[in-house]
């Protein structure tokens, strides 16, 4: 069994359909898939039609902008019930944030001089409701200022770069209890990604699990080998799920290949008996 628990598509900031998404799964010999878009489950539909009657079994998840102790949070929320009211509020709200940061970017990138409209974004953004820095990025490839999305991120994108500009994200306690009450599992995504243990030590996720968290995303890229270690000590003192996953964003992300990190079958049935 080969499980990949955590990948975007077009719906956010992946470059594939869900269709699509669901083909290259397939064809990277995936048996499950989690699709987790950042902030919106509009791509499940249509990627539930395209694994349909094929041997991919999709899970379905949300990846949540969150913020903890002063830090952004990824929490993937798997088997959630999107349509439940104060998850969709808070949903709308974060997607909302996205939408309203683009301006202030544009105006930082027009001050030096880069020209990419409202529009270029919304044209590099197409499909998506979950407008981000990478669809800002996908327009001034387009009007020919950098080379790629990495090369946007680096120069202008991120923290500390001239066009940062950051955007709501919801506490992480209120994010957790909402995740539980709407039928959800929740885990946190890569959660030494941007911060190591400084921003998330053992002491901080135990209190996280006394509010429901069920897992770590352990096997991640932006992990190194020893992160991965001492996260798996965790999990294991805590008793937490232990997942792995590419967050493969299609051709927007390098070296995120569908399959890069996998999750055990035995953690996979864990997580799913939680659901
Ligand atoms: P945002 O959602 O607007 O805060 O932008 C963050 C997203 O940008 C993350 O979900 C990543 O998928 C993506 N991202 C961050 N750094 C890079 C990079 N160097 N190259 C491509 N995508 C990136
Ligand atoms: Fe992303
Ligand atoms: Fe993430
Ligand atoms: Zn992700």
């Not at 499950?32 to 489950?41: E, N």
Request: glycine share 10%; hydrophobic share 40%.
């Amino acid at each position: 069994m080969r499980i990949d628990l955590h990948t975007h598509s077009r719906a956010s900031d992946g470059t594939q359909t869900p269709s699509e998404l669901v083909g290259a799964a397939l064809e990277a010999g995936l048996d499950v898939l989690g699709l987790t878009d950042h902030d919106t489950a509009a791509g499940w539909a249509e990627a539930a039609r395209a694994a349909d009657g094929t041997r991919l079994t999709l899970v379905r998840g949300i990846e949540i902008s969150a913020r903890h102790g002063g830090h952004g949070v990824h929490l993937l929320a798997y088997g959630v019930d999107p349509a439940y009211p104060p998850l969709a509020a808070a949903l709308d709200k974060i997607l909302d944030g996205r939408s309203s940061r683009v301006p202030a970017i544009l105006e930082r990138l027009h001050s030096h001089g880069i020209e990419v409209t409202a529009a270029d974004v919304r044209r590099a953004a197409q499909g998506t409701t979950a407008t981000g820095r990478p669809h800002i990025a996908d327009a001034m490839v387009t009007n020919g200022y950098v080379a790629d999305r990495s090369q946007a991120f680096r120069e202008w994108l991120n923290p500390g770069m001239p066009a940062y500009v950051d955007r709501y994200a919801a506490a992480l306690v209120d994010v957790l209890r909402l995740v539980g009450e709407a039928g959800g599992v929740p885990v946190i995504a890569h959660p030494w990604g941007r911060h190591g243990p400084e921003a998330m030590g053992e002491q901080a996720i135990a209190e996280l699990k006394d509010l429901g968290l069920a897992g770590l995303e352990v096997d991640h890229e932006d992990h190194p080998p020893e992160a991965r270690e001492r996260l798996r000590a965790i999990a294991r003192d805590l008793d937490l799920v232990v997942t792995g996953s590419s967050d493969h964003h299609g051709a927007g992300k390098d070296g995120h290949a569908l399959g890069c990190n996998t999750t055990a079958p035995e953690e996979y049935e864990r997580l799913m008996s939680l659901a």
